[in-house]
């Protein structure tokens, strides 16, 4: 497990701040300015960023191929990240710990962009995102368990999004 965290951090290294894959481009702006992407335990901040980005891009990726058609892509581009819960010290030593309440809810600011193959925009807006209702809603697939919270709001934005198409 902790040997891909790793490999996953030095591929997202080589990659730029702007991400695509398949039917989804995420671009991350100013991230040192988002409210709280802290590292917990053994990361450093900046090997805590590019894991919570990597993972985010997985998940856009997957809930891309879920909800949109496959001639569409949709491009963000993030302005703002508050994870769920908040980072505290552990016990006497100086690892961190995440910890998850009901007050410290998940944040999620961006712009976006569906297009189009010929690359037409079908679809912006800006959207904020809150996950109010966090402690209700926790199941998502295997393996995407740290940000379950962030994951269940950005699937209901995708849900609704649909939903107000039809």
């Not at 990726?61 to 909800?67: I, L, P």
């Amino acid at each position: 497990m902790q040997a891909q965290k790793y490999l996953l951090t030095a591929i997202t290294c080589i990659l730029s701040w702007q991400v695509t894959a398949g039917n989804s481009e995420i671009k991350w702006v100013e991230p040192e300015k988002y409210t709280d992407i802290k590292a917990p335990d053994s990361y450093t901040r900046k090997g805590y960023q590019e894991y919570v980005f990597s993972s985010f891009e997985r998940y856009l990726e997957q809930a891309s191929r879920k909800y949109l058609p496959d001639d569409q892509t949709i491009k963000l581009t993030v302005t703002e990240l508050d994870l769920a819960g908040w980072v505290r010290p552990f016990g006497n030593s100086l690892e961190y710990l995440r910890v998850i309440e009901d007050g410290f809810i998940p944040r999620i600011k961006f712009d976006y962009k569906i297009i189009d193959e010929q690359g037409a925009v079908i679809d912006q807006g800006s959207a904020n995102l809150k996950n109010m209702a966090m402690s209700e809603d926790v199941i998502v697939p295997p393996g995407l368990d740290d940000f379950k919270h962030e994951f269940a709001m950005i699937k209901h934005w995708f849900r609704d999004r649909q939903k107000n198409q039809k």
